[in-house]
């Protein structure tokens, strides 16, 4: 602070309680910030209060801006209609009252009128470029190339009718240097007590990026509440240096980890290659334990994994495949294509080679050849329901499966390998394998078809069908009936010694949960694929 007026009011300033000082308001006004930052606020009523207000202005203009600290802000964000205007109507947007233009950036709206809980609202341009995300909480954040989430705004509400609205700093000065802009924080501040303390002071401060008054004074004889001081005056939020590409611009160099691509056999030392792009290692063989796919695995609205590949919707994509050690195989030069914050997820991962690279890998690859892999895949399940779906409507005239609800859809798509061989791992697995291919079943429909009385489970009806087609039940009906009973013995309730018998009985008791899971899924696959086969079979269809 610089004093304005007398000699003394710095020393009168120093004076003061904490309160009156207002040192946690002037804390706020901070220009170049990388936490986070409150933009608009109301707070309090009558002399003890406290509000900002954020409007945009391009960097060059700023300074106008600034040179008062009274209000300026005019009517952004209240679209208006005025006939003796040109033009007649205003959006609220932008205003040039000055002859330099000022943008809406954010505000309350109290809708419907007498609101104590008004909707904060940004300009388009930031929540569109940033593709902000809205939470129930009111919170935004935003998914970064990584497919990570990273939070952008957030929203305290104290008490009904007020609120501190706050955004990341970081992403906010990211969209101020893509738009060539300053944020302006009009403040107001205020704070009373009863005590008085002596004569008025009058400080201001100025900088090339705020511009704010200080007063405090005994108001005793007009109003009898005692001192006052306010802070009032604005300020630039500015814009980092240069704007980058977009959001997810470092704006330096991009790192390449090195990764464990083989053991020295005479040093037992670790042998690392750089995944930065070289067609002479492209094709070397990196090795990374199955948990590295357990944070993409758990989370199916975002991610889906798959034998052949990991996808992050439209964020990135790798290849892998899975080998008989069970350890996740990927190229060197594939890694690339993971955004460098996600290359140390993996790194994490990262074991010495072991187990080898697949035959079918090797074929499809190097070779050029392509196979078909008959190893247990989710996918290659998914293709026989949808295969059995299509069968027995040309078999029989009539729908096999219900549709799925959105939330056991997305599960059933997404359905992944074990990555670990917890056993929460496989009872959530098979939970979702069991609602996708049992429970869904049309169980009116395979009565009608078997011709079956009400009582009878759409297992049973289907076994019938089978058995008047001349299948062999056994192959075809007893791996859904094994689905059946381990989701009804153990996945969808308290275990006990009935799900242990179904293990025996399925002959899985000896396998990690994980396998135990792996093998349902192929013997279920292998089901369907030979109801597929059945239905399709031209002698039955002639004889039925």
Request: aromatic share 8%; proline share 5%.
């Amino acid at each position: 602070m610089n004093p304005d007026s007398g000699s003394d009011a710095i020393r009168h300033y120093d004076a003061l309680p904490p309160e009156l000082r207002l040192e946690d308001y002037l804390g706020l006004i901070v220009a170049e910030p990388t936490g986070w930052i409150s933009i608009l606020r109301r707070q309090g009523a009558g002399t003890d209060y406290s509000s900002l207000s954020p409007i945009l202005v391009e960097t060059a203009h700023q300074h106008k801006i600034l040179a008062t600290t009274d209000w300026s802000f005019n009517d952004l964000g209240e679209a208006t209609y005025s006939a003796d205007r040109t033009p007649a109507f205003h959006d609220g947007l932008i205003s040039s009252p000055d002859g330099y233009e000022l943008h809406f950036f954010a505000q309350a709206l109290w809708v419907p009128a007498g609101t104590e809980r008004p909707r904060i609202e940004f300009t388009p341009s930031f929540t569109w470029w940033l593709e902000l995300i809205p939470r129930p909480d009111e919170t935004m954040y935003r998914i970064n190339q990584a497919g990570r989430d990273e939070e952008v705004v957030r929203i305290l509400r104290p008490v009904p009718g007020e609120y501190d609205v706050q955004v990341s700093a970081r992403h906010l000065r990211k969209y101020l240097a893509a738009r060539g802009m300053s944020l302006i924080v009009q403040h107001s501040h205020s704070r009373s007590t009863a005590a008085h303390h002596g004569s008025r002071i009058d400080l201001e401060l100025r900088t090339k990026d705020a511009d704010f008054d200080y007063t405090a004074w005994d108001v005793t004889r007009t109003s009898g509440t005692g001192f006052i001081a306010q802070l009032l005056g604005k300020q630039a939020v500015l814009p980092f240096l240069t704007a980058g590409e977009g959001p997810d611009d470092e704006q330096r160099p991009e790192s390449f980890q090195s990764f464990i691509t083989g053991v020295d056999p005479a040093t037992g030392s670790e042998i690392r290659l750089s995944c930065e792009r070289d067609e002479t290692n492209y094709l070397t063989p990196v090795f990374f334990d199955a948990d590295v796919l357990t944070r993409y695995r758990e989370n199916s609205a975002r991610y889906s994994v798959r034998r052949s590949d990991v996808r992050c919707h439209d964020r990135w994509m790798i290849d892998i495949d899975i080998n008989d050690e069970n350890l996740v195989q990927v190229w060197l030069g594939d890694l690339i294509n993971l955004p460098e914050s996600e290359r140390g997820h993996w790194l994490n991962h990262n074991v010495p080679p072991s187990g080898g690279i697949t035959l079918t890998r090797a074929l499809r690859d190097l070779a050029g050849h392509w196979v078909e892999d008959e190893r247990p895949d989710p996918e290659r399940l998914r293709q026989a329901r949808s295969d059995i779906a299509r069968a027995f409507n040309d078999r029989f005239g009539e729908t096999l499966y219900k549709s799925l609800g959105e939330e056991d859809g997305r599960d059933f798509e997404n359905l992944a390998l074990c990555t670990n061989s917890t056993e929460g791992q496989r009872d959530s697995s098979l939970l979702i394998l069991a609602k996708g291919i049992v429970e869904s079943l049309e169980v009116k429909t395979l009565r009608r078809v078997a011709d079956q009385p009400n009582n009878v489970a759409s297992i049973n009806c289907l076994q019938k069908i089978v058995e008047k087609l001349g299948g062999d039940t056994g192959a075809l009906i007893d791996p859904l009936r094994q689905l059946q009973s381990l989701r009804s013995t153990g996945s969808a309730h308290m275990k006990g010694s009935n799900f242990a018998a179904a293990l025996t009985s399925a002959g899985l008791a000896s396998m990690t949960p994980d396998k135990q899971f792996e093998q349902i899924l192929h013997r279920v696959t292998e089901a369907l694929l030979g109801l597929v086969e059945l239905f399709d079979s031209e002698d039955h269809k002639k004889s039925s």
